[in-house]
């Protein structure tokens, strides 16, 4: 930049040559210097104004500016660009997209929609929307317009039921109901449109009722207007899902976001300048208090009666229960490939289990108070000669058993003589003789008979690896001494003198 001094040896000199190359030549400068410091000097010390270039596009400027003014700014260059060839446009595309969007701005500098601020109430409003966290996972977001109070938690869907189960836990966790929540025309609240007029659905207007909230909706194609629960999405996949994810499951995704909502609404909200959670304490005081019960939320569950089996018949299979509610009514419910059986009187699950096959069943010893016992045929004597028999004891039932079991059609006539047997031996022997034929399988009263006479000098069962004890004879022994060299000479003497 030239110096005063340097711009009035520049105009001397000019006025001397009176050409621009002869006072540069004379200033030590260029020509064009001297050209732009006389034409400043000439307009008054001003920069002279500079000229519009022209450009391939002015021939068809008017033309977008008219299509973008019957369209209110909507209309695109790629829609526009054929009318403009049409029209003697020989242009880029790229060239012409600068055009359109000059003609935008200037269309929506006349055109403002003349927002301003929204003004919140305590207990008024509730913001809510749903955003996609990305890897199945869905995260919705509410926030308590006057607090700023946030609630976020993740899904694996955006079906009604899940939209309804989470906004009565944000209920829940806010402590109570406002008047208002806000929501825009989100398509599982949406039961259709009438003359712009959103109609909600039957589940929808359920809750709202039992909650007691007015159901709002926004404009169509206008998220400004939940402007605040849209930075809340936008800030929960910057600060929550970007740093965690990839998240292991929907559970750990929730304990995370529990987490950061206990975080964020725990410091000085930027806008406000205020702790929300300190907020709601106030706000809650104008909150609309929780009904007592929380409604039913989607479909009615499906119900069962319990048989005098202790079971459920669902899928044509069974599924037991615990016996205490045999004959009352139970609901079923499939989750996350398990079967789930409540008791509707307490709302307590009191059955798991794994989906079994038509035609099986899938029985929980604890259900019944352990494992199945095993088949058991006990003996139920009716004569007096059988109860007799069976007053020996365990004994005298095994020996009953494994005689009928062997095919014994004389059995009823063995009782008799058994018990004649009693009478000539007595019952210790009796029994013994019992044991002893049980232990060698012989089933008749002839062999119980063999065993009585045979007495007690028969050899006895043992266990294997038990120590086999006999009682010899006694029989006299000699010393070793006996057997030396020196009493073989006296036996030989002996000998000889006999």
């Known amino acids: ?98 055009l359109v969007a ?55 869907n955006e079906r009604a039921e899940t939209t309804l189960a989470l906004l009565a836990e944000c209920f829940e966790e806010l402590g109570g109901v406002p008047k208002v929540v806000l929501a825009d025309r989100m398509g599982c609240l949406k039961g259709g449109v009438v003359a712009n007029k959103v109609i909600p659905t039957a589940d929808y207007v359920r809750l709202a009722t039992h909650y007691a909230f007015r159901p709002d909706w926004c404009e169509a194609a206008d998220p400004e207007s939940k402007g605040i629960v849209e930075n809340l999405v936008g800030y929960a996949k910057r600060d929550l899902v970007v740093p965690l994810a990839p998240f292991d499951d929907l559970t750990v995704a929730n304990v995370a976001a529990r987490r950061w909502c206990a975080e964020v609404n725990a410091v000085v909200h930027s806008e406000i300048c205020a702790v929300p959670a300190e907020r709601l304490a106030a706000e809650r005081e104008v909150l609309t208090g929780l009904p007592s019960l929380r409604p039913a939320i989607g479909k009615p569950p499906i119900t069962r009666k319990v048989d005098k089996l202790s079971c459920v018949r669902f899928g044509s299979a069974r599924y037991s229960v615990p016996t205490h509610l045999i004959g009352a009514t139970v609901a079923v419910v499939e989750s996350d490939g398990r079967l789930l059986i409540t008791d509707l009187a307490t709302g307590e699950i009191v059955a798991d289990h794994a989906p079994v096959a038509p035609g099986e069943a899938s029985v929980a010893d604890e259900h019944y108070g352990g494992p199945r016992p095993a088949p058991r045929r006990a003996a139920r004597p009716k004569t007096e000669t059988e109860k007799a028999f069976l007053a020996l004891g365990p004994i005298a039932e095994t020996f009953l058993t494994g005689s009928a079991a062997s095919g014994n059609t004389r059995l009823a006539a063995d009782l008799v003589e058994l018990a004649a047997l009693q009478a000539a031996h007595g019952e210790a022997a009796l029994l013994a003789a019992l044991e002893r034929a049980v232990a060698f399988r012989r089933w008749r009263a002839e062999d119980v008979r063999s065993i009585l006479a045979a007495g007690a000098g028969t050899p006895q069962v043992r266990p294997a690896g038990d120590a086999l004890v006999l009682e010899l004879p006694y029989v006299p022994t000699r010393p070793l001494t006996a057997y030396t060299l020196d009493q073989f000479d006296v036996l030989e003497q002996i000998g000889d003198a006999s």
Request: charged letters at 30%; proline letters at 3%.
């Open 1 to 98: 930049m030239k110096s005063s001094g340097e711009v009035m040896d520049i105009i001397a000199a000019y006025r001397e040559v009176g050409t621009y190359r002869g006072a540069a030549e004379m200033c030590g400068t260029t020509h064009k210097t001297v050209k732009r410091i006389i034409e400043r000097a000439l307009a008054g010390d001003k920069a002279p104004g500079r000229k519009r270039r022209d450009h391939n596009y002015d021939p068809v400027a008017n033309l977008v500016a008219d299509k973008v003014k019957a369209t209110a700014g909507k209309m695109s260059a790629k829609r526009l660009l054929p009318l403009a060839q049409a029209a003697g446009y020989a242009g880029s595309a790229r060239n012409f997209r600068r």
């Open 102 to 156: 000059d003609a935008k701005k200037a269309w929506r500098r006349g055109h403002h929609r003349g927002r301003r601020p929204a003004v919140w109430t305590p207990g008024e409003m509730l913001v809510i929307d749903w955003g996609d966290a990305g890897g199945g996972l869905h995260v919705f977001c509410a926030v308590l317009a006057w607090s700023r109070m946030r609630f976020v938690r993740f899904a694996d």
